[in-house]
């Protein structure tokens, strides 16, 4: 007989080959009140110094940053972000940061450190120019933030005048701005940040600052501000409600297709609804380059389709076209409208038709082109060799005033949430961007084009549909073809994608996204909103030479 015995021993302790510092960041976020556990209202703290007993977490003295609601530190959420094999004791929870809360951290290798948290409200140390407007004659400032100076570009003799700007949240200026002076001069601004310390000089003049040779100037693009439409302006979403942006200079539209709000497009605040607001029925807005907005209702066959336009917020759109809607293929358009161009010129308005099907079988789209000024007849055109669309999540535009080049169709459903280019002399696609990686549960309904600084552009977004998609905005050199390849998030023409918010979840998918130039051809604008992600975003690029 053969047999096998065998010892028992106690197992040795594993200890990581590689011990680092344990503790690497604490995070706090409000436990209470309308920010309770909020992703964006999350403050954290570096561990810069582990062998530092005291670590304090910063608390911004107001939140959202520009408004006026005080933070209350007293009942905060704070977690740890610590190496593997690290723990803490006692177990972080919601706790007093104006109070000194002290833990221990025990690493892998058993040795412990002693900590002690509190929280620190800090005042803000932003102090920028945000924006800058002339007020006679009326000129926007082109601002070089890396620089200190603000650009008048103007052949116009300049004098005694009064300034309209945008500065930091809770930050102060002088001189006063809005009291006249000579700006045949340099004027030089102070901007002192709410901490009271921190400042920034400001020089603005006349002048003409240099310009690249081509397109927007890598790693000019700039967040200007991010906005929750429902917590920041009272905006729901809600069923057959359409979400989409027009631009009149300094001021950005959104209409939600039954009134149209209008903000402070530099700091996204809110302002009210512009003159003449109105239900489009689930219908849309959109600007040309020029600052003349559009906006039509959304209709079915045989029923009264109407483009109303104005160049002011408080002027009244009036009629553009009308027509009864019996021409071409489709049941029903108006959910979106885009142009290219400058209405009051030469411009080239679409607006998608549709019709239901299974699988998607539609593919045209009203068009009107606008020659000095004088809107022509409508024409109904039909797309071939490109992802057809069956419902009201589509949008075209045209990449320039020439009828003959190229347009751009990106739309949701069946084998959609790609982007087609189409030659507009055969109108037959010519190039097809696929879903992006993780873009297939994604509702891309938006599609924007804009000539800037020799370059053109076309930007789409990627809005929610479920909880799970993905949003996301992504802008394309489009000058020409040669890139045009790949998918929505590799392709060798993307130069640019957004961030991501969702604030909200799916109760109607509509989303929209305007790429809007500066009148001096320094600036260009990306705007988007996102329904059922309650976003209102906003971004700026510039070409100035560095």
Request: with cysteine; glycine share 8%.
């Given at each position: 007989?053969l047999?096998?015995l065998?010892g028992?021993?106690?197992?040795?302790?594993?200890v990581?080959?590689?011990?680092r510092?344990?503790?690497?960041?604490?995070?706090?976020?409000f436990?209470?009140?309308?920010?309770?556990?909020?992703?964006?209202?999350?403050f954290?703290?570096?561990?810069?110094?582990?062998?530092?007993?005291?670590?304090?977490?910063?608390?911004?003295?107001y939140?959202?940053?520009?408004?006026?609601?005080?933070?209350?530190?007293?009942?905060?959420?704070v977690?740890?972000?610590?190496?593997?094999?690290?723990?803490?004791?006692?177990?972080?929870?919601?706790?007093?940061?104006?109070?000194?809360n002290?833990?221990?951290?025990?690493?892998?290798?058993?040795?412990?450190k002693?900590?002690?948290?509190?929280?620190?409200r800090?005042?803000?140390?932003?102090?920028?120019?945000?924006?800058?407007?002339?007020?006679?004659?009326?000129?926007?400032?082109?601002i070089?933030?890396?620089?200190?100076?603000?650009?008048?570009?103007?052949?116009?003799q300049?004098?005694?005048?009064t300034a309209?700007?945008?500065?930091?949240?809770?930050?102060?200026?002088?001189?006063?701005?809005?009291?006249?002076?000579?700006?045949?001069?340099?004027v030089?601004?102070?901007?002192?940040?709410h901490?009271?310390?921190?400042?920034?000089?400001?020089?603005?003049?006349?002048?003409?600052?240099?310009?690249?040779?081509?397109?927007?100037?890598?790693?000019?693009q700039t967040?200007?501000w991010?906005?929750?439409?429902?917590?920041?302006?009272?905006?729901?979403?809600?069923?057959?409600?359409?979400?989409?942006?027009?631009?009149?200079?300094?001021?950005?539209?959104?209409?939600?297709g039954?009134?149209?709000?209008?903000?402070n497009?530099?700091?996204?605040?809110?302002?009210?609804?512009?003159?003449g607001?109105?239900?489009?029925?689930?219908?849309?807005?959109?600007?040309d380059?020029?600052?003349?907005?559009?906006?039509?209702?959304?209709t079915?066959k045989?029923n009264?389709?109407?483009?109303?336009?104005?160049?002011?917020?408080?002027?009244?759109p009036?009629?553009?076209?009308?027509?009864?809607y019996?021409?071409?293929?489709?049941?029903?358009?108006?959910?979106?409208?885009?142009?290219?161009?400058?209405?009051?010129k030469?411009?080239?308005?679409?607006?998608?038709?549709?019709?239901?099907?299974?699988p998607?079988a539609?593919?045209?789209?009203?068009?009107?082109?606008?020659?000095?000024?004088?809107v022509?007849?409508?024409?109904?055109?039909?797309?071939t060799?490109?992802?057809?669309?069956?419902?009201?999540?589509?949008?075209?535009?045209?990449?320039?005033?020439n009828?003959?080049?190229n347009?751009f169709?990106?739309?949701?459903?069946?084998?959609?949430?790609?982007?087609?280019?189409?030659?507009?002399?055969?109108?037959n696609?010519?190039?097809?961007?696929?879903t992006?990686?993780?873009?297939?549960?994604?509702?891309?309904?938006?599609?924007?084009?804009?000539?800037?600084?020799?370059?053109?552009?076309?930007?789409?977004?990627?809005g929610?549909h479920?909880?799970?998609?993905q949003?996301l905005?992504y802008?394309f050199?489009v000058?020409?073809?040669?890139?045009?390849t790949?998918?929505?998030?590799?392709?060798?023409?993307?130069?640019?994608?957004?961030?991501?918010?969702?604030?909200?979840s799916?109760?109607?998918?509509?989303?929209?996204?305007?790429?809007?130039p500066?009148?001096?051809?320094?600036?260009l604008?990306?705007?988007?909103?996102?329904?059922?992600?309650?976003?209102?975003?906003?971004?700026?690029?510039?070409?100035?030479?560095?």
């Open positions: 007989m047999s096998i065998s028992c021993h106690s197992p040795e302790k594993i990581t080959s590689e011990v510092q344990g503790l690497n960041s604490l995070s706090a976020q436990s209470t009140g309308e920010y309770k556990n909020d992703a964006n209202a999350k954290t703290l570096q561990i810069a110094n582990p062998d530092q007993e005291l670590q304090v977490i910063p608390i911004p003295w939140y959202p940053e520009e408004s006026t609601n005080e933070t209350e530190i007293t009942k905060m959420k977690t740890a972000n610590l190496d593997d094999n690290t723990i803490i004791e006692p177990g972080l929870s919601v706790l007093d940061l104006t109070k000194e002290p833990i221990k951290v025990k690493k892998a290798d058993g040795s412990i002693n900590y002690i948290i509190r929280g620190e800090k005042k803000s140390n932003k102090c920028a120019i945000i924006n800058f407007t002339l007020n006679t004659p009326e000129i926007s400032g082109v070089d933030q890396d620089n200190k100076t603000i650009s008048l570009i103007t052949v116009d300049l004098g005694m005048s309209s700007v945008a500065i930091s949240a809770h930050a102060s200026i002088s001189p006063d701005p809005t009291v006249a002076r000579d700006y045949s001069e340099p030089i601004f102070t901007v002192t940040a901490d009271g310390t921190t400042t920034a000089q400001y020089t603005v003049q006349k002048t003409i600052p240099p310009k690249i040779n081509y397109g927007f100037r890598p790693g000019s967040e200007l991010v906005s929750d439409l429902s917590v920041k302006y009272g905006i729901a979403n809600g069923a057959n409600k359409n979400h989409t942006l027009a631009a009149i200079g300094n001021h950005l539209i959104l209409s939600v039954t009134e149209q709000h209008y903000f497009a530099t700091t996204g605040e809110k302002l009210g609804l512009i003159a607001s109105r239900d489009l029925a689930g219908g849309a807005i959109t600007s380059k020029a600052g003349n907005l559009l906006m039509c209702n959304n079915t045989n009264t389709f109407t483009i109303w336009t104005t160049n002011s917020v408080s002027k009244e009036v009629v553009l076209t009308s027509m009864t019996t021409l071409g293929k489709g049941v029903r358009l108006g959910a979106k409208i885009s142009v290219q161009g400058d209405i009051t030469d411009a080239i308005i679409v607006v998608p038709t549709w019709a239901w099907a299974n998607p539609h593919n045209e789209f009203i068009r009107w082109i606008v020659r000095d000024g004088v022509g007849a409508p024409e109904a055109i039909v797309a060799n490109i992802v057809n669309w069956n419902s009201a999540n589509t949008d075209v535009v045209y990449g320039s005033v009828p003959q080049g347009y169709i990106t739309n949701y459903g069946g084998a959609g949430n790609k982007l087609n280019a189409v030659d507009g002399a055969t109108n696609g010519v190039g097809m961007l696929a992006s990686t993780w873009g297939a549960n994604s509702n891309f309904n938006a599609v924007d084009a804009v000539e800037f600084n020799r370059a053109t552009y076309v930007a789409i977004y990627g929610m479920f909880t799970y998609s949003c905005g802008m050199d000058t020409t073809l040669d890139q045009f790949e998918r929505i998030d590799n392709s060798p023409s993307r130069v640019f994608t957004t961030n991501e918010y969702k604030f909200g799916p109760v109607f998918a509509s989303s929209d996204i305007v790429l809007v500066s009148v001096d051809g320094y600036k604008r990306l705007y988007y909103t996102d329904g059922n992600c309650r976003s209102l975003v906003a971004w700026e690029f510039d070409c100035i030479d560095k």
